[in-house]
């Protein structure tokens, strides 16, 4: 048994999603278009002739293939029906509520009983792995293959297919004005709405896709010979364990010591100083009170005198 795992990106033919392009596993690069419908019916004869003759000179001045695609499908209201719930539920007035849900109850049968339908009006451009260059005179000889798009590089293909499709688009953007239709080109988030509506009818309904840049990995991918597609997926899988952290030990610091008052430093020694003591010296050796030094720029403070003791009787 091979041990390839089949899976549902096989059976799809796109490759890729990317940069508003749709590439194909077999090398084509297509550019979608959406285009605005009118009710040709309401227009008046000379009108109609003159859209007629407008579309004619369209198909004329074609010198590429395109693909016109309509798409039909339900008309999806429910994004309208939430807006209407959450306008009742802030509504204060008993009369404006009664009267909002009657109406919500009524979109929501006609919808699903007349079984509404939204047709939308496409036209693909695309360019084909010759136009790419990925076609060489060689691969179209008996027993050759044509290399498949991952022999190139993507953003090479996107460059070629950029510079083919955009000339091709706007070509046709000015013919459509012509007639009175406006279109635009499809971005890569519309394409991949688009694709996923059609993959998925039922389960699309009410929903809407993510901007793709905010995904992991690709909606549509293809199946591809490599590591990541045909690498058999292990039944068992061997669990894997993940070492536990280890803490660094730090040793204990011994404490630091608490700060002790400051010895003040010994006033240095002046000469004014020296030449005081020598005075007092001499005056305590001639039995008189020492004498106090004047402070410089002041007077001495005036000392009193203690008052005689009086002899005991």
């Known amino acids: 048994m091979p041990d ?20 194909m596993k077999d090398g084509t690069t297509s550019l979608i278009m959406v285009v605005d419908a009118m009710n040709f019916g309401l227009l008046a004869e000379a009108e109609q002739d003159a859209i007629m003759y407008a579309y004619a000179g369209l198909l004329n001045s074609l010198n590429y293939p395109i693909q016109i695609v309509i798409n039909s499908r339900t008309k999806d209201v429910t ?13 204060t007035s008993a009369v404006m509520q009664n009267r909002i849900r009657k109406y919500r109850e009524f979109v929501g049968n006609l919808i699903h009983d007349r079984n509404v339908l939204d047709k939308k009006f496409y036209v693909v451009i695309p360019a084909s792995p010759i136009e790419l260059g990925m076609i060489t ?38 013919q459509f004005a012509r007639i009175g239709l406006f279109s635009r080109q499809l971005t890569t988030q519309e394409i991949i709405q688009l694709f996923y509506i059609k993959y998925n009818p039922e389960a699309a309904e009410g929903q809407h896709i993510a901007e793709s840049s905010s995904y992991s990995a ?25 070492p536990e952290p280890t803490v660094p030990v ?12 400051a010895t003040p430093a010994p006033a240095p020694i002046t000469e004014e100083s020296a030449m005081q003591a020598d005075l007092n010296a001499t ?4 039995g008189e009170a020492p004498i106090t030094p004047i402070p410089p720029g002041g007077v001495p403070a005036a000392t009193t005198p203690a008052p005689p003791q009086l002899p005991e009787i």
């Open 4 to 23: 390839t795992v089949t899976t549902t990106q096989s059976f799809l033919d796109i490759y890729d999603i990317t940069n508003d392009l749709l590439l």
């Open 79 to 91: 994004a309208y029906l939430k807006l209407l719930e959450q306008q009742e539920s802030e509504t």
């Open 137 to 174: 005179p060689s691969s179209v000889l008996p027993g050759k293959h044509s290399p498949g798009i991952e022999s190139m590089e993507r953003s090479v293909i996107i460059e070629k297919a950029v510079q083919l499709l955009e000339p091709k688009r706007d070509h046709l953007s000015a």
């Open 218 to 242: 690709p909606l549509v991918r293809a199946r591809i010979q490599g590591e990541h597609m045909d690498t058999p997926i292990p039944t068992n899988p061997t669990p894997v364990v993940t």
């Open 250 to 261: 730090v040793p204990p610091v011994a404490p630091m010591p608490a700060p002790t008052a």
């Open 283 to 286: 005056v305590q050796a001639m």
